[in-house]
């Protein structure tokens, strides 16, 4: 994980799984449900992944919601996605989030995944 700017942050991960694995685990609802968030429990209330269709999950957690949303900027199967990402409490304010996926020669996957707010007075550190 990298800092390039003060509202960027940029994240490599290696995975020990085929391209298709990888893709597949970042974009079906029903496989994100078993990596993303913090172990709570949480619900798909909108996904059209598609070029500029809207997506929105909620955590659960000890009483509290927590609405997530956005909209898919660009889709590029296996290779690229592209959407926006906001916290309901971030008042309409949202990060950029890309994620590139990219096939090793040893049959892992490498993901790059870069967030930066495309406003002003949120700063990432």
């Known amino acids: 994980m990298t800092l390039p700017t003060d509202r960027t942050i940029h994240v490599e991960r290696t995975f020990h799984a085929s391209r298709d694995r990888v893709w597949r685990a970042s974009t079906d609802p029903k496989l994100l449900s078993q990596w993303w968030g913090r172990g709570n429990k949480w619900t798909v209330e909108k996904y059209e992944f598609v070029k500029g269709g809207q997506w929105r999950f909620v955590e ?5 919601d927590h609405g997530f949303s956005g909209e ?4 590029a ?3 690229r996605l592209s959407m926006t990402f906001g916290w309901g ?3 309409g304010k949202f990060v950029l989030q890309t994620m590139t996926f990219e096939a090793t020669a040893d049959g892992k996957t490498k993901m790059t995944c870069t967030s930066a707010s495309t406003q002003p007075k949120i700063a990432m550190r």
């Open 72 to 75: 898919f900027r660009d889709i």
């Open 60 to 64: 659960h957690s000890r009483g509290v």
């Open 89 to 91: 409490r971030m008042d």
């Open 77 to 79: 199967p296996m290779d």
